[in-house]
């Protein structure tokens, strides 16, 4: 038997119930998010590589930590959604890769730069994205 006052659901308790893994519920914010191509085209150029880089597993390499970081926070993915799309072994290892970009960013002046201008030029498609197409002329 339940006791005390009861003030309605609680909605994180509700996302976690639904979702297959508690860790999938955790709140983000709530944009509309870019598709995975777009993030990575623009990293690509950014970085000045091909898109397929960004799958292949190479040493002391940034790329996919780099990636994850985007596509999580710019396309809305989860860790284990990144992995798939950049063919890395799981949500962990995803976690890994960007726990290790973001030890860089704080010592390398050089891949901060590059990651800033990454996300300006990420910030510039989404204010052409949401400026209002046409309208109503007002008076002359």
């Given at each position: 038997?339940?006791?005390?006052v009861?003030?309605?659901?609680?909605?994180?308790?509700?996302?976690?119930e639904?979702?297959?893994r508690?860790e999938d519920?955790?709140?983000?914010?709530?944009?509309?998010?870019?598709?995975?191509?777009?993030?990575?085209?623009?990293?690509a150029e950014?970085?000045?590589?091909?898109v397929?880089e960004?799958n292949?597993?190479?040493?002391?390499s940034?790329?996919r930590?780099?990636?994850g970081?985007?596509?999580?926070?710019?396309a809305?993915?989860?860790?284990?959604?990144?992995?798939?799309?950049?063919g890395?072994?799981?949500g962990?290892?995803?976690?890994?890769?960007?726990?290790?970009?973001?030890?860089?960013l704080e010592?390398?002046?050089?891949?901060?730069?590059?990651?800033?201008r990454?996300?300006?030029?990420?910030?510039?498609l989404?204010q052409?994205?949401?400026?209002?197409?046409g309208?109503?002329a007002?008076?002359?």
């Amino acid at each position: 038997m339940r006791t005390g006052v009861h003030f309605g659901e609680n909605p994180h308790q509700k996302l976690i119930e639904h979702h297959r893994r508690p860790e999938d519920a955790a709140f983000r914010r709530i944009t509309e998010p870019l598709s995975v191509d777009k993030v990575l085209s623009i990293l690509a150029e950014v970085f000045e590589v091909s898109v397929e880089e960004f799958n292949h597993r190479r040493r002391d390499s940034v790329l996919r930590g780099i990636a994850g970081r985007f596509l999580i926070r710019y396309a809305g993915l989860t860790q284990r959604e990144v992995a798939v799309k950049i063919g890395a072994g799981s949500g962990g290892a995803v976690s890994r890769q960007m726990r290790k970009v973001r030890v860089l960013l704080e010592n390398e002046r050089h891949l901060r730069r590059l990651v800033e201008r990454a996300e300006e030029r990420i910030k510039k498609l989404r204010q052409t994205m949401h400026k209002p197409q046409g309208g109503i002329a007002g008076p002359k």
